[in-house]
């Protein structure tokens, strides 16, 4: 099997590297002259088989978007482009939409692993038609962790269901880091009690209720850097969070835990708070209590 | 009627005068001799005619402690003790049992209203027997405000409710205060849609759903210093929130709101945030994202 | 001044009534026989004198969308219409645009006050230019609380800026219901402390950091029916909620304790929880912890 | 090694299965006749070799207090007690100084694992002295999963440490728990999206970010029954989560993914919610909302 891939990133070539070590050709496109196998989409197309296949691997939004277009210019009826980054779900119909009078298939490709995807495999959630899903089936075959196709692949429904999927998957990633995240923050500060933080973390690792992935990763950076003495508490959100809590209002559908760690990523990005500001200044107005003035 | 009064500080002092303007005597003991009108508690006891009312309005905690144990030394059977400070509620069991087996009639009163309360008068909330609260109600009907009696002073229940019923009255106040104060930070936030944000607060005052006495006093805290230029966003929490929370653990009662508002002070008062420490430590170990280090 | 107003329900009945109490010739029109001044929109037109003013207030979305078009069809050049309906901000912007080429003006405004405006008057919050203002001023002077103009009339900024702060208004307003019940919830189950629920909340009206408006409805209802025996906890939500929290987000604003609001109200409406039929689901399976069945 | 073992329910006689497969021969005692190896403490002590370990395996509380204070009377100078159950942190402190004068040895150990422990070991946290760890370390090693020690076992610190620990896992699971369900909350929702809610769960167990054992358990419980039919939204909590919120709240911790976890399960027990009954109440005093009347 041969394809095409776009964007050959962080996750971009560990894919592509991934994917040409279970036998599969890949031409990868990047901006990067560096990186890239050809000079440009015509070329990309002109070095695929028809029907071709093409995995697009950029950033959300305006770029997806953009490649998107581009490759529509390039490719024949009967091609097929799979978006496999982090596009919103609504994007996915518009794009299918797009490409419907040109003959042209899509697929989305919710993708989650990480750095650790090229060595573990990547979790899959894809949306489609079934003929789609069977054709790029040697593609997601090739992503997968090993073991059962079920445990890390799944054909969710029709286009945008992948990206639907993933969105919630990193939606509930937000609230299981806030929930470590509290945890670790108390066992810190009551290290008149907790002797070992990270010994106590490390044990949690066989046989607990909470051992997972990201507690392994805890660990790991708890060992490289304990007390993480030399990062800040500095925390960007990257959509899917934000899309998930905006499903639920729009489906009133309960999120407080979830909607919590977003709002504590928000807050930790600011350097003083109107909102907090606010409250120091009713607290000085009905009680007289003092307020912390700046400088 | 005659009364002492213990502790003449913002609060105290400020309760002397309103009692005095309504006709009552007030004997005032301060620890700091520059306001205080008798030496010590002997004296106090001394100037006070019994069965004597002795009103306490001192810090929670040690210091509430330690005035009621001496007092105990210098008062007389069927004497009076109210304790109008922020008291946990079940010290006044503690109070009330330790005079007790001295004759020592003991009340708790929950007094709400800040420094606004000489002008306004305050809020009182009341535990204690029937009997009591017949016997100090001239005091209640001099530090509450005017109109009807019941929209100004309660009896709760037994010796505790007076404070229980504070301390509820302040989670609630901590609730409110947040839903002004994130309703301003996405006014402030909007300042290309929102010209004129003082300006919203101010037309809220009449005629709206929200209008309240802490609108009129956001407004008021907007109008000397529109976007609080002078204020850090750092909000001291006094106690009765905490305990609030607690009462809910503890009855199982659903508090999202006033628990979000005390966790907002807390993450107000740190420099950096322990547990974004940790979500910033984990998203860089799955996902390669750069973490902001410490220089 | 005579102006049109279409939609005579609960609102807008009532402001007819405040309008018309003020002296302003007041059209109305309501698909409702039994209420409309004239047959159509045509007939409105024709009875106001050029240049017009009409002001809509009819259920958002839809109904307002077809309101303002068809509007646009009887009006002339020069003509305004304000939408005083509960009209999402970003609606505003539409009708406006919608509006230009007909050279027909248009204003937002947020209107709060409920059923008691009519006697009260109505906190009001507009969005459009000066001229437009200026223009409708007497009306809005009308339906406005009496006192100081800006303490019940705020001019927010341009077309949207009235609804983008009313829907504020209403977030804040979620958020201060929430305190209260939840504080009520904490006093209702401990009624073996607290003996006189209603008369904590009654004794809360003067001089207490919590008196407001909100707070004067709650005693009100709970002397109609003390501990609510005849209501249950169902709650609806109206949609201004909701936009703010997307806004929120859309705006990485923190804003946990109006969004703990909105969630109650989800959660109240749910026969069952299939979050917590997971949670109970979990528990039986790692720690063998009985579920509850469904019969 | 010989030890005593008291309390075979549900986790002790589990417990007791694993140690005697790893060669210790555990003499159990149980108020059960069925399931006790010996008649009475009287009969454990006499049966265990000095000094002697006693592992207490029974209900948090009064039934764990109880225990502690019987076999006090019938173990020795020089014997050691474990307390392997679900105690607060607190009650080590009382039953450590208890057996001190008496000079019996007390550790404290957290367990996780569940019914699954028999099979795949138990994740152990204990607090004590490093000489009581060291000469009780080959009943921990029989009990911690297999694998490098550290990895299942935690010398956390002093007597209390271990069941802190254990409370601040337990807070954690009761987040993790939560984001799970509503992830799966907002999947169940939009099965119009999702069509196969069950294997996307299932897809996650392998190569995603949030893969877990409560992952696994979700999916096992998700195909024993899709989509919940028999289970209701009910969900006990077991101390341990309101335990680490009152640490939270005591240490100015923010914790508002925890609370929002532990708040969804009292609002899951309530027949009908006192707050939200407020709420209603209160839009229908201003809005003239409709309430739903209880039949």
């Known amino acids: 099997m041969q394809i095409g891939l776009i964007g050959l990133g962080k996750m971009g070539n560990n894919m ?22 050809v000079p440009d989409l015509a070329a990309l197309a002109a070095a695929l088989p028809a029907p071709r296949i093409v995995w697009v691997m950029v950033p959300a939004g305006e770029i997806t978007d953009g490649v998107i277009h581009d490759l529509a210019d390039v490719l024949d009826e009967g091609d097929l482009i799979i978006d496999g980054g ?22 989305d490709a919710g993708v989650s692993g990480g750095v650790w995807g090229l060595e573990n495999g990547y979790g899959l959630m894809v949306g489609g038609t079934a003929e789609n899903v069977e054709r790029a089936m040697p593609i997601f075959d090739a992503l997968r962790p090993e073991g059962p196709r079920e445990e890390g692949f799944v054909h969710v429904g029709e286009v945008g269901a992948g990206h639907y999927a993933k ?8 609230g299981i880091m806030q929930a470590y995240a509290e945890g670790y923050e108390l066992l810190d500060t009551k290290k008149d009690i907790i002797k ?5 973390f490390k044990a949690w690792q066989r046989g607990t209720v909470v051992r997972s992935w990201l507690l392994d990763l805890l660990v790991r950076a708890l060992e490289a850097d304990p007390e993480f003495h030399d990062i800040q508490g500095y925390v960007q959100d990257s959509g899917e969070g934000r899309w998930t809590l905006e499903e639920a209002i729009e489906n009133a559908v309960p999120m407080p835990a979830i909607s919590a760690a977003i709002f504590a990523r928000f807050v930790s990005r600011q350097e003083d708070s109107p909102s907090m500001k606010a409250v120091a200044a009713l607290r000085n107005q009905f009680g007289g209590h003092a307020v912390k003035e700046l400088d």
Chains 1, 2, 3, 4 share one sequence.
């Open 16 to 37: 592509r590297t991934r994917l040409r070590n279970a036998g599969i050709e890949v031409t990868g496109y990047d901006r990067n002259p560096a990186v890239t196998d």
């Open 86 to 107: 982090n596009s919103k779900w609504t994007e996915d119909f518009k794009h299918s939409e797009y490409l419907v009078p040109k003959g042209i298939e899509f697929m």
């Open 167 to 174: 969105m919630v998957h990193n939606g509930i990633e937000y």
């Open 196 to 200: 070992d933080v990270t010994g106590t």
